[in-house]
């Protein structure tokens, strides 16, 4: 296609409960949505999946609007026939900001496959016509309140449970859990960075509770701190926020600082960084699942197609739209079973409703154009 306009916006989803992690508390997400646009009319939409502070990764809303609309858009618009694999190396100059280059990516993926009337499942080699899915459960105010929180996602038919824990909130919640739900019950545990190698004593404690994996205990740099817990727990490590490519997801295999990896697109760059992930991590005999982001249907339509991959072998944080918000700017997205099943529609299988927009943009949307 030859893009000639994109627009950026925010919108702003109350989250149904407030989301606690070891790195902060969300009431609400707010969304940064691309827009393309090519020549003979092809429209295509992406989601950035940056939070409003620089606390998960480097990168933030405002931050990444910014690098869209000033350095990436004009790079784009130079290139006379752009398609869905062209965008990363054109941005390649521009160092840094995966998760605003994966958003750009996904807009002009889905702007290619609806008008070649593909979806963006059988695209990346999608086995699977549904899959199943997690909820990830915050950091709750008492061990009462969690015990319910899981009580309903498991009466739901949630295929996995994941808990997020800190310091102060791990073994306790992590056992009454397992107690209270039994053994058949797939369990995991997300740190976000909040220990460090001084706690691998206290860390391996948790092996007592059959937990599937154990997500990001420490800083996202420290490869040779997870190799050392790795070797010296029986819980599986996997790491979230210290693969951002499928170079780091090697360097981690190869250091064995991870035996499972969470594969999120927007960290990695774009869905066809998170597909050359998948292909590495299954050549390793490394099993694979989807993380989120707390995305709206934009975001949740493209991760369930890439959870459709064969690698994708474990239940992913794609929860039902319920599960965040009231209301969305899709089409909500139902648990069936275990399972949510994968958009078949062209591209991601999903357009905004512009009514949703309209009520829960934060701001006019920013129009670019290509200059004439
Ligand atoms: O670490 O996986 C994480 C949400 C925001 C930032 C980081 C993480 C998460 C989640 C939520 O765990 C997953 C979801 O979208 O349901
Ligand atoms: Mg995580």
Redesign the pocket.
Known sequence: MRLVEAELRTVALPLVTP?R?SLGTQTVRNALLVRVLGADGEEGWGECVA?DEPT?SPEYLEGAADVIRRFFLPALFAVPDLDAAGVAPVLAHLRGYPMAKAAVEMAVLDAVLKAGDTALAVHLGGVRDRVRVG??VGIAPTLDELLDTVDRHVSAGYARI?L?IEPGWDLEPVRLVRETFGAALMLTA?A?TAYTPADARHLSRLDAYDLTLL??PYAPDDLYGHAELAARMETPICL?ESITSARDAARAIRARACSII?IKPGRVGGYLEARRIHDLAQANGVPVWC?????TGLGRAANLALAALPGFTLPG???ATARYYDRDITRPFELAGDSMEVPVGPGIGVTPDPEALKDLGVNSPLQVRKPS
């Open positions: 989301f992690t939070e998960y909820v990830s994941k997020k997300d976000n997500e990001q979230d969470n993380g989120g982001m707390l995305e944080d794609i929860s």
